[in-house]
Nanobody, 117 residues
C-alpha cells in the first residue's frame, strides 16, 4: 500500500524559509518521478515542482528561483526547500508520484504552510 507522509509546514513571515519533507513507502522510489503540489483555499491543486528519477527538476513560474526540490533515494524522501516565501504561497502542500504532472496515487494528509505578510 502506498503511503505518502508530508511534514515540515508551519507559520512563517514573508521572506522566511521552510523545508518540507515527504516520506514515501509502497513504491519503487528510486525510479519514480515525484512532485510537490499545493492547494490554496478556493483554488485547484497545482503542481509546483517535480523531480525525475534522474534528478532533473521543473518548477512552476511562480516559484522559480525560490523553491528547490530534491530527493534522497536511500531515505525514500523528497524535499522542498522554500525560500523568500510570499503570502501567496499559503496552501496545503502535498507530494505524489507523478507522470507528466499527473498524480498517480491517493493523497496523503498534506502539510499546511501559512505565510504572513
Amino acid at each position: 500500500q502506498v503511503q505518502l507522509v508530508e511534514s515540515g509546514g508551519g507559520l512563517v513571515q514573508a521572506g522566511g524559509s521552510l523545508r518540507l519533507s515527504c516520506a514515501a513507502s509502497g513504491i519503487i522510489f528510486s525510479i519514480s518521478a515525484m512532485g510537490w503540489y499545493r492547494q490554496a483555499p478556493g483554488k485547484q491543486r497545482e503542481l509546483v515542482a517535480r523531480i525525475t528519477s534522474g534528478g532533473s527538476t521543473n518548477y512552476v513560474d511562480s516559484v522559480k528561483g525560490r523553491f528547490t526540490i530534491s530527493r534522497d533515494n536511500v531515505k525514500m524522501t523528497v524535499y522542498l526547500q522554500m525560500d523568500s516565501l510570499k503570502p501567496e504561497d499559503t496552501a496545503v502542500y502535498y507530494c505524489n508520484k507523478e507522470r507528466m504532472g499527473v498524480p498517480l496515487h491517493a493523497w496523503g494528509q498534506g502539510t499546511q504552510v501559512t505565510v504572513s505578510s
